[in-house]
């Protein structure tokens, strides 16, 4: 559901994510700012005891594993079944290979039109996670300079800016979505931007309430004490330490982001020319598969599922990583 | 109290405000012209220019503004381009069956999550719990619609148990209470029901199993277990004052919960008001999709707003200020 990554991030906000940036705000403050190759091995290093505390949870790993195939699928897959997504495909004698049940030829079966639905998954992993990256990518930098701005700047900048969150949490997310297709015109490009816009809500709520906390730090006054102007204690100072708790909600956002695009591509409101897992499921849904073609509705439905459990599940994972505090339940 | 909902409120109007707004100036700077769905292009230009001077599109964009909001406060939403009909009781008629859907599927999946859930928490580290665990997580990352395809592809078309779509045989047009009274109607209900409560129900079923869980611990617990109360009636306490978050969390989702039944109406063909607002999106039919939009954002509103008011009542130590 489209509500999934808003929902699901409703649970960590406090306190998320303190151990880690309480961690690295000890150690900036505790000696010189290091070089950029320096910080670059020190984040490498905290990104494989990441992994390996993920690692250990039996969850995470079959998420992680269930990603990693994702990847592969979506990166080599398209290069190795190289037949367009959108061709029809013909059998020896010369006939379209119309609504062909899965076999060793078409693994995923063809559907009404000889299309290759293997192929067609392939190209929809690798536009789930194209428009997943793209849209909570979006929406996390629109979020995090919300947050950042209101929490460091703190009274009337705070004020509006959460009023404005607070509004903006109000407005339904597929209503909205429609009346933007429909006014802006369907497709994926519009797609991106509207959950981009949709998505900023939650991360710009957790990170001021982070920001908060992490201003009154010796090591924010320390640096005020040594001259840095605001942009560069909000970016330079506050901005690494947010990282983790940023990384979680794009990890969430991900999952959300593909599930609701694959809503608005079903209702009719996607691009008919690219082959997305909505998509496929509307052409799927229109031309009555439920009745005739049932890997036409399975494969795509189980391959949305699968990928936003392992978002789920990934990003469960590293935010146990990040937060101790949360492994005990 | 009275303070807080004074400003409770006004927040709420201000919010709708803000809302509408929004969609005024979406309406405004959208690419193509609203009227040319209206207005057959070949018309000579001033015939076209008295036509929109007779809807007031040519009158400056704050009076148009103030018009906008005067009507949508007055519930005028003027007439629909396709159905050329007013849109306030199409939109209403509407409404009134996407209610008729909604409200049994949400109270039903609401006490199965809650008994489940309480159930999975109470026999914590149990097989069961883990089914219910593992179920919960394969079925958030659902899609609704995959739900529903699912079910229609079981029900409907595999095993023909039960009709695939619609609110009312086709071609029939029984009255309101007919309606209702025939069972064919309720057979109808049951496949969309399903959906939504298969589409929602892991929310409250593992909300009430981490709330059970930590009710637990919890010292009345073992002074009812002192009294020697038998464990059930235990289960019952502790059920009890574990289910607030549950329950508000219900008033909270309900954004999420139209966006479902946006979906669910598209699949079984249930003319509610999602199935409207769809269809107004995709003949561009701007007086509908403007009225649906704002009912939306109301209710969203009030859901909020009920949502906290239920957690002050439910749990007196809440304080509002």
Known sequence: MAGEGAGASLAPSTGTGDSVAERVARAAAARPAPGPRRWLMERAAWAAGTLRIAWSDHLAKVGIVMLVLFLLAAGIGPEIRTTPPFESVTLEDGRIAKNLPPSRAYPAGTNRLGQDLLVQLLHGARMAIFVGLLAAGGGAIIGTLVGLTAGYYGRLVDQTLMRVTDVALAIPFLPFALVFLALFGPGLRNIVIILALLFWRSPARVVRSQVLTLKERPYIQAARAGGAGNVRIMFVHLLPNLLPLIFLYVALGIGGAVSAEASVSFLGFGDPLTATWGQILNSAFTAGAMRTAWWWVVFPGLALTLFVTSIYLVSRGYEEAVNPRLRRM | MRRYLVSRFAFMVVTVYAIATILFFLLRVAPGDPTSRFVNEALPREDILALRAAWGLEDALHVQYLRYLRNLTLLEFGTSFTLREPVAPVLFDRIFNSVLLLTPALVLMTVLGVILGAAAGWRRGSRYEQTIVFVSLLGRGMPTFFIGMLVLMLFAYQRQWLPAGGMTAPGELPGRVEMLMSLDFWKRMILPGVTIIATGIYGPMLLMRTSIIE???????????????????????????????????????????????????????????????????????????????????????????????????????????
């Open chain 2, 215 to 321: 009710v637990l611990g919890e010292d009345f617990l073992e002074v009812l277990k002192a009294k020697g109360l038998p464990g059930w009636r235990i289960a019952v306490h502790a059920a009890r004052n574990a289910m607030l978050p549950v329950i508000t969390s219900t008033a909270v989702t309900f954004a999420f919960i139209i966006d479902g039944q946006v979906i669910v109406e598209q699949i079984f063909s249930w003319p509610g008001a999602g199935r409207l607002i769809v269809q107004s999106m995709l003949d561009r039919d701007y007086p509908v999709l403007q009225a649906a939009f704002f009912l939306v954002a109301v209710s969203v509103v009030v859901a909020n707003l009920i949502a906290d008011l239920l957690y002050g009542y439910l749990d007196p130590r809440v304080r509002y200020d």
